[in-house]
């Protein structure tokens, strides 16, 4: 029976469904991300598209599906983590997950019970990070063999930019203490010119013949874990940075056949850059999966000091980092995608390293006329990270201009060692969300998951806050680069829509634009900041579909 809207309110209704497109919301705060209309009490959906957004008495009397009631929860528009990886946040659910370990004790007591609990084939895992371990050091293929004598091991830092082999990964894969390390990489070695296992940035790739290759039904299982984990946080959309061109059928499929519950904006590896380029953007099951962008690395990680600096670490100052690309070989590839319509996302984190993109994409958009670009002028190229800037540098992302993508919680993890990484002087540009915002770059936010948790709460919060999950900011952590709850909200919503050219479907909740909405038990816009990380997401919709509601 299909009912009113005027009867729904009465009864108070609280229909929760998967299937329907025909929708009343009602029964709490509704935030639109629309300046001349910032809340409401009612949105109506129909056929995956908004309706009606405004108050109970004005809405038409028109026929629905289905209601939901929010109970009191806080409706936004979609939000979407604008720097992801859905491979790895799904391969965390299924591999050996050293995120949070306190030492190396901890982190070798898990290793030694996964091996135990997995006594066949190598053993893969990620997620360690020193900077909060009494060690205070890196691990070692020492600590490994000790605790899985024998055994294959490779455990990713967190970041994704070092592993730390075992001695039987290390002889498997040939390297030795003559092992020359490949250009953009670094294997570390003892006092005595022995490898200690830690590989660094394109060094990682020494082993990676060593990971079992996944099959396809694993794969497939790896990323409808990914897709879970993603709906369950509130997430309604991920810019998927350096999807497997190999893997972009497999998620098409997986859409086709209604197994891709949010949407995914696939900004690719290199390797499929030519064949992207010559096909042109790619879109199924009326976009819910999109791949029109293709992700290149200037450089590596601060955690790792592969991230390219002009002046030396400041707590290691026999290097400026790691390049993993040059002005050669990069300008003729993005120039190559200028023609081809193409958006392109490049990996920098250092000042240096984003120095140089910035010099790379003036020298690729002036080769290539506006009029020999599908997009014209409008190619909304993307830097991912770009984490520590020179302030002079500003600019060019407003000249160019270009998208700043950016992580949040990256500043309030890295503020217990950037420090020492950078010295006191470098940190006017680091993590200068605040500063570019003002400027009227657009500023998306995500997470870089499986690097950090991934959760949409911790990254608003560490956007408005600047303090880590205990509150703790630390000596002239830059506090003013914090934003305002307006401008975290769109980092979340309408900017991230706009950087994957969605901005007139997505983003905000107007008439006529997609029916994507995330409620969570916490009104992000008036909640005590420290609240803000404790909350959790009650309701994903995407395409008026209802695809994760809390029990």
Not at 509 to 527: H, N, P, Q, Y
């Amino acid at each position: 029976m299909r009912r009113t809207l005027a009867l729904a309110l009465l009864l108070g209704t609280a229909a929760w469904s998967a299937q329907a497109q025909e929708l009343l919301i009602h029964g709490g705060t509704i935030y639109t991300g629309v300046a001349g209309q910032p809340t409401a009490e009612v949105v109506l959906v129909q056929d995956g598209r908004i309706a009606y957004v405004g108050s109970a008495a004005g809405a038409p009397e028109v026929d629905y599906a289905e209601a939901l009631d929010l109970r009191g929860a806080v409706m936004f528009p979609g939000f979407t983590d604008g720097h992801a990886h859905l491979d790895g946040i799904g391969w965390r659910e299924l591999t050996l997950n050293l995120e949070g370990s306190t030492s190396v004790a901890d982190a070798m007591a898990r290793l030694s019970a996964w091996a135990r609990d997995h006594p066949e084939g190598p053993v893969i895992g990620r997620g360690w990070i020193e900077t909060h371990w009494p060690e205070g050091r890196f691990l070692t293929r020492a600590d490994l063999d000790a605790a899985a004598p024998g055994r294959i091991v490779l455990l990713g830092r967190a970041d994704g930019h070092a592993v730390v082999a075992s001695s039987a990964a290390l002889a498997a894969a040939g390297i030795t203490d003559g092992t020359a390390a490949p250009s953009g990489g670094e294997i570390l070695k003892d006092e005595q010119g022995q490898p200690t296992g830690v590989l660094v940035d394109a060094a990682e790739q020494l082993v990676a013949g060593l990971t079992p290759q996944a099959d396809p039904a694993s794969l497939r299982t790896a990323y409808r874990a990914g897709f879970r984990v993603e709906a369950e946080y509130g997430w309604t959309g991920i810019h998927f940075m350096s999807a497997p061109w190999k893997d972009v059928p497999l998620l098409e499929a997986m859409a086709i056949q209604g197994e891709a519950p949010i949407r995914v904006y696939n900004s690719i590896t290199p390797d499929g850059a030519a064949e992207l380029i010559a096909g042109g953007p790619r879109s199924v099951a009326d976009g819910r999966i999109i791949t029109r962008a293709v992700k290149y690395y200037a450089d590596g990680a601060l955690g790792s000091r592969g991230a390219a600096l002009f002046a030396p670490y400041a707590d290691r100052p026999d290097t400026t980092g790691l390049m993993q690309i040059g002005e050669q070989e990069i300008v003729p590839l993005y120039q190559a995608a200028l023609k081809g319509g193409i958006q392109i996302a490049t990996h920098a984190i250092g000042d240096r390293g984003n120095a140089s993109v910035i010099e790379w994409y003036q020298q690729a958009m002036a080769g290539v006329a506006p009029e020999d670009r599908p997009n014209g002028a409008d190619v909304r190229w993307r830097i991912e990270h770009a984490q520590i800037l020179r302030p002079e540098d500003y600019h060019w992302f407003v000249d160019l201009p270009i998208i700043a993508s950016m992580q949040p919680s990256h500043a309030i993890g890295d503020l217990h060692f950037a420090p020492a990484r950078l010295g006191d002087a470098r940190l006017d540009g680091a993590y200068a969300w605040h500063s570019l915002a003002d400027r009227g770059v657009i500023v998306v936010g995500g997470s870089d998951a499986p690097v950090e948790r991934g959760a949409p709460l911790i990254e608003f919060y560490a956007a408005v806050a600047r303090r880590d999950l205990e509150g703790f900011q630390g000596p002239d952590w830059r506090p003013q680069e914090a934003v305002d709850r307006q401008t975290a909200l769109k980092m979340f919503t309408l900017w991230p829509a706009y950087a994957s050219f969605r901005e007139g479907e997505l983003g905000t909740i107007e008439v006529g634009k997609r029916a994507d909405f995330t409620a969570f038990d916490v009104d992000l816009m008036t909640a005590p900041v420290a609240e803000i990380p404790k909350g959790k997401a009650v309701l994903t919709v995407v395409d008026g579909v209802v695809v994760y509601r809390a029990e």
